[in-house]
């Protein structure tokens, strides 16, 4: 069964539930697909008059926000230890080269990698605990990872819910063709979302400085 069409089989409540339970793991360091539920969940408020899309976008950004702390609290009480068990239980996540890879990113770009990384697949599920490992001062965290989050969450849900509204209209005026080009619009608007975000962290190294190692 399709994940929407399973989303369409349970309670409003339940979605928010699952929603915010998937993204918040996904957020503290366990790979999920965080992302598809969202939009799922999203695209299946615009056709449900029973799932508010505010309230789904809340639930969202509060277990991408939620995730991330207790994954950052993870990191720093368990350390790099932690890193090496997650490489043995997810190792096409976790491997040594990925783990270097964010770790670079960090050092790097400090808070922004926090922000950013919320729009990567990979650095989504590393924010939390690697920022913990690194010992990111809390507050820096946090607010990176607040706004990163509602802006992620929030802003996804937006796009996609207003993209089946579009869907809906265009399909009664245009029948399968509006469908098409609503979707094509919706894809579009993400990938471009994520090719800046991505592009965005190497622009924001080249203007600061080397960063100085955090402290607590």
Partial sequence: MHVQEWLDTVPAVAVYAVVGLVIGLESLGIPLPGEIILVSAALLSSQHAGIDPVILGVCASAG???????????????????????????????????VATAERSFQKWGMWAVFFGRFVALLRIFAGPLAGVLRMPYWKFLTANVLGGILWAGGTTAVIYYVGIVAESWLKRFSWLGLVAAVLIGLTSVLVLRRRARSALPGQAAAEPEPVPATD
């Fill in 64 to 98: 991408a926000v939620i995730g991330d702390s207790i994954g950052y609290a993870i990191g720093r009480k368990g350390g790099r230890p932690l890193l090496a068990w997650l490489g043995r239980k997810f190792p096409r996540h976790f491997s040594e080269g990925h």
